[in-house]
């Protein structure tokens, strides 16, 4: 098992910048893909962000791609999502996963509870 634990949401200006965190215990994520997703209020979960488990390859969605940045550290046991540029439809609560494979969404098995991030005008 694994567990996944989010950290570093916040409230934040639009054009500002935040670091989420996920921390994983109970199991080495060095051989996991990782993820970061995202929902917000009445809409479906978005894939933001992933990285595979071996390669380090990474991957993102268009509506992020040049201000998000996601990484791991596996002697931290923790994988980032660096957030810039952000702007006020990117509130939501951010999720990361850990997963067999960047996608799809089912290779997913271990999800984190979420962190709000909110992006104000």
């Known amino acids: 098992q694994v567990q996944l634990v989010e950290s570093g949401g916040g409230l934040v200006q639009a054009g500002g910048s935040l670091r989420l965190s996920c921390a994983a215990s109970g199991r080495s994520l060095s051989g996991y893909a990782m993820g970061w997703f995202r929902q917000a209020p009445g809409k479906e979960r978005e894939f933001l962000a992933a990285?595979?488990?071996?390669?380090?390859?990474?991957y993102y969605a268009d509506s992020v791609k040049g201000r998000f940045t996601i990484s791991r550290d596996n002697a931290k046991n923790t994988v980032y999502l660096e957030m810039s540029s952000l702007k006020p439809e990117d509130t939501a609560v951010y999720y990361c996963a850990a997963g067999e494979a960047v996608a799809p969404l089912s290779a997913y098995d271990y999800w984190g509870q979420g962190t709000q991030v909110t992006v104000s005008t």
């Open positions: 990285i595979s488990g071996i390669g380090g390859g990474t």
